[in-house]
């Protein structure tokens, strides 16, 4: 079966899910945790994740 987030980006796949402004108030408190678990939500893989949080550039 495939997933309905398939052949979407990341930004398609969290405003699909009802999930941007969850993920933007999680960027704007520099929640790595809370980014973590909505792009799981989104059906991404672990290194896209990895990847994705590397690419924010959010001090920690």
């Not at 941007?20 to 792009?39: A, P, R, T, Y």
């Not at 991404?44 to 959010?58: A, G, H, M, Q």
């Amino acid at each position: 079966m495939e997933s309905k987030f398939s052949g979407m980006t990341v930004n398609e796949r969290l405003y699909v899910g009802g999930l941007m402004n969850d993920f933007d108030n999680c960027l704007k408190q520099k929640d790595v945790e809370g980014i973590k678990s909505i792009l799981k939500k989104v059906e991404l893989n672990e290194e896209s994740i990895f990847d994705i949080v590397n690419s924010l550039e959010i001090d920690r």
